[in-house]
């Protein structure tokens, strides 16, 4: 059996789709939901529905009955993520699973972006638990600067503060495809203890951003630079709670100190194709 948790959000979602194209049978794929309704399309399809709140720990018990793989996607809740985290992992060890995947941030170890340190204590954790598991180190999704695609093409000007720095980003299909690889794989110690830095194949900066949202659309749109308390400004100016402007100044300046932007490559190894590149993921955006 695999278990994917957060199989009603974006990523657990698409994982779960990826198990079924390949040829996983929807009755050997557990989808671990907060709340079922939300994944009653997925029932429909043959594949176990079950209650899995990572704030309950109770509720994971039954939800990885007969679990062999199990996918944990890391929680949204910043903050509380690794007390959640570590019920799934203990969960999964109680169930006797032989592999759990964890979707980590790229570089978790040395990375300055905001998000890491819940990563890093989940995978300190991980190591400690003796559960044979494997680091899926996910870089940024595409997907993360839709909101910028469109408010770009109405303003004509995209504002941060990540400098020249580069983005190695991947869609959110690339990552799944990953995790789907990796859980459905013959022989689940072939990846045991591995760490995967996952990333697109190609990096770009928000001038190339830009400049791509310029020729898919005829819109002329640039990227403005600013200091890193002049995009704070910006953002509190613009009506952001000031906790939510740091946190992306903050992340803007990981970027510009190149913390986003490693290619290793192990992605496109894992899905078998190049990562999905910047502009398919945009046309479709700026279409809508």
């Known amino acids: 059996m695999i278990v994917v948790t957060g199989a009603a959000g974006q990523l657990g979602r698409l994982t779960v789709e990826a198990l079924l194209e390949l040829g996983v049978p929807a009755s050997e794929v557990v989808a671990a939901v907060r709340s079922p309704e939300k ?106 600067y839709e909101q910028a695609a469109r408010q770009g093409l109405e303003a004509g000007v995209i504002a941060g503060a990540a400098g020249d720095g580069r983005i190695a980003s991947a869609s959110r299909a690339d990552y799944a495809e990953a995790a789907a690889a990796v859980l459905a794989a013959e022989d689940a110690s072939a990846h045991a203890g591995a760490v995967y830095e996952l990333s697109g194949d190609t990096a770009w900066t928000m001038a190339d951003f830009a400049a791509t949202l310029t020729d898919l659309t005829g819109t002329e749109v640039v990227y403005r630079d600013l200091s890193a308390d002049g995009y704070v400004k910006a953002l509190t100016g613009a009506g952001l709670p000031e906790g939510t402007a740091h946190f992306l100044a903050d992340t803007d300046a990981s970027i510009a100190t190149g913390h986003l932007a490693d290619t290793p490559g192990d992605l496109s190894r894992l899905i078998g194709r190049p990562t999905t590149p910047l502009r398919d993921v945009l046309a479709p955006v700026v279409r809508s």
């Open 39 to 144: 994944a009653a399309d997925l029932a429909g399809r043959g594949v176990q529905v079950r209650e899995a709140d990572y704030d309950r720990p109770g509720t994971l018990a039954a939800a990885f009955e007969g679990a062999r793989r199990v996918l944990l996607v890391s929680g949204s809740e910043v903050g509380r993520r690794v007390p959640q985290h570590r019920a799934v992992v203990d969960a999964a060890k109680a169930a006797g699973a032989e592999l759990l995947a964890y979707t980590s941030v790229l570089h978790a170890d040395t990375t300055t972006v905001p998000v890491a340190p819940e990563h890093r204590e989940t995978e300190e954790y991980l190591r400690g638990s003796g559960l044979p598991h494997c680091l899926l180190r996910n870089g940024w999704y595409t997907e993360n």
